[in-house]
């Protein structure tokens, strides 16, 4: 049976694989708050659902209905409940911000006929990989077929700050939209996805063709090959980062646990002091260690000068001695020699099926299978346009048994 995931799954873990695990195999039981942010958004999106299931049983509801549907929503017991982070607003504000957008939209597009409604807050699930191992699940808020045929996969937002147009042609989830729509509905020739902004009144389309759409798949499946990775090993590591403010699992965390202890007295079955003293030792050694590392860095640049100029390859002193090598290397790029080259090598070792060799290492793709001469011909040829020379610059070091002692200093 194909492992289902969504967008948010998978940024859950790229946030913090612990966060993952709580959420999604441990299903850890904690208190939720709801965030004004997120209760803002699904009354916007409840309303505008009602306005076009109306529109689409052909009856036009009038702009007081659908404000008095918004604000319905917001009478409810969780109301109080949900948390106000910005200070000096409160929830009240937010209702009226709400409510001023959805105003702008009923003005704008009244009576809304850009084409017809196909599906409203749509779940969809499309198989990620030709295997069909993965799926990928989410909502869609709108799709509706433009009088002109092209079909719209529309996404209501109700962000405070607009992306760029080179964010949202990039943007994962809505390349996954326009593949699930691509497979559920294959006779929807021309598709496009189009992102509202409520509070500013604006509308971006997002421009994604073939290719951008394959790199957003490829790049989804290597993001769920290495969950099913960390999943296998069990290894979900705590990644700690100005999102854990928001983490509803922190007092659970880790990561978090230590420290809280210290901060709040609480009990636990560890000795909080002598973890303290560890940590404080070993953060010392580690400040030493980082010390005397950049100065062998800073020196490694004044020996190979040196013995360029002088035309040798060993320093001797009463320790032992320095050797130093120089060679020249071929190597396929990685991510952070050439970031576009990676994903064109990436998309090309996927047609050819070594995606999963790929994911571990662009060295092994070179290797095991290009230096081997285990790859046919033709996709040698395509390969070798992304060779490149690599410098390789290696310091070894043997020091004698007999030393005299080192004075390392505070
Ligand atoms: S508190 Fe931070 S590190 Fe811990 S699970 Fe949450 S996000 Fe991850």
Same mark, same amino acid.
């Given at each position: =049976?194909?492992?289902?995931?969504s967008k948010?799954?998978?940024?859950t ?9 709580f959420?999604?195999?441990e ?5 939720k ?11 916007v999106?409840?309303?505008l ?6 529109? =689409? ?18 009478e409810?017991?969780e ?17 009226r ?15 809304f006929?850009d ?7 749509k #779940? ?15 909502v ?10 092209v ?6 937002k109700?962000n ?14 809505m390349?996954l939209?326009?593949?699930g729509?691509k497979?559920l509905?294959?006779d929807?020739k021309?598709?496009?996805?189009r992102?509202?902004?409520l509070r ?7 421009? =994604?063709?073939?290719? #951008?759409?394959?790199e ?22 705590p ?12 007092e ?8 809280l202890?210290l901060?709040?007295?609480?009990g636990?079955?560890?000795?909080k ?9 070993y953060?010392?050694?580690s ?6 590392e950049?100065?062998?860095e800073?020196m ?8 360029e100029?002088?035309?040798?390859t ?21 991510k952070?020699?050439?970031e ?7 998309l ?10 790929f ?9 095991e ?30 020091? #004698?048994k007999?030393v ?7």
């Amino acid at each position: =049976m194909a492992t289902a995931y969504s967008k948010s799954k998978i940024e859950t873990f790229k946030n913090c694989p612990r966060q993952y695990k709580f959420q999604y195999i441990e299903r850890a039981v904690v208190e939720k708050p709801v965030s004004v942010e997120n209760f803002l958004g699904s009354a916007v999106h409840y309303a505008l659902e009602k306005l076009y299931n109306f529109k =689409m049983n052909t009856r036009l509801l009038s702009k007081e209905e659908l404000l008095e549907l918004y604000r319905k929503y917001w009478e409810t017991p969780e109301k109080d409940k949900i948390k106000v982070t910005r200070e000096g607003l409160g929830v009240d504000d937010y209702i009226r911000v709400g409510s001023e957008a959805l105003a702008q939209y009923y003005d704008k597009n009244a009576p809304f006929e850009d084409g017809t409604s196909v599906a409203l807050e749509k #779940k969809i699930t499309f198989p990620l990989d030709p295997e069909g191992r993965f799926t990928i699940s989410g909502v869609i808020d709108r799709i509706c077929r433009r009088h002109d045929g092209v079909t719209e996969i529309i996404d209501y937002k109700t962000n405070v700050s607009l992306p760029t147009q080179q964010t949202l042609d990039n943007d994962t989830q809505m390349g996954l939209y326009q593949l699930g729509v691509k497979y559920l509905w294959p006779d929807f020739k021309e598709i496009q996805v189009r992102q509202v902004f409520l509070r500013h009144g604006v509308s971006l389309t997002a421009v =994604m063709n073939d290719d #951008k759409l394959e790199e957003i798949r490829y790049r989804a499946f290597q993001d769920i090959l290495e969950i099913e990775k960390v999943r296998r090993d069990d290894a979900f590591p705590p990644h700690e980062s100005p999102l854990c403010d928001w983490c509803v699992y922190y007092e659970l965390c880790p990561a978090k646990r230590h420290r809280l202890s210290l901060d709040d007295d609480l009990g636990v079955e560890f000795d909080k002091e002598a973890g303290k003293e560890l940590a404080q030792k070993y953060l010392e050694l580690s400040r030493k260690k980082k010390i005397l590392e950049a100065e062998l860095e800073a020196m490694k640049d004044d020996i190979f000068k040196f013995c360029e100029q002088a035309d040798i390859t060993t320093l001797v002193s009463a320790l032992g001695s320095v050797k130093i090598t120089v060679s020249e290397k071929e190597a396929f790029p990685t991510k952070t020699d050439d970031e576009r080259a990676f994903y064109d090598l990436a998309l090309l070792a996927r047609q050819a099926g070594l995606e999963e060799c790929f994911k571990l290492d662009s060295g092994i793709l070179y290797k095991e299978f290009y230096a081997r001469e285990k790859l046919p011909e033709d996709l040698k040829r395509k390969l070798e346009k992304f060779l490149i020379k690599k410098v390789q610059k290696s310091i070894r070091t043997s020091i #004698k048994k007999e030393v005299p002692d080192i004075d390392f200093g505070e």
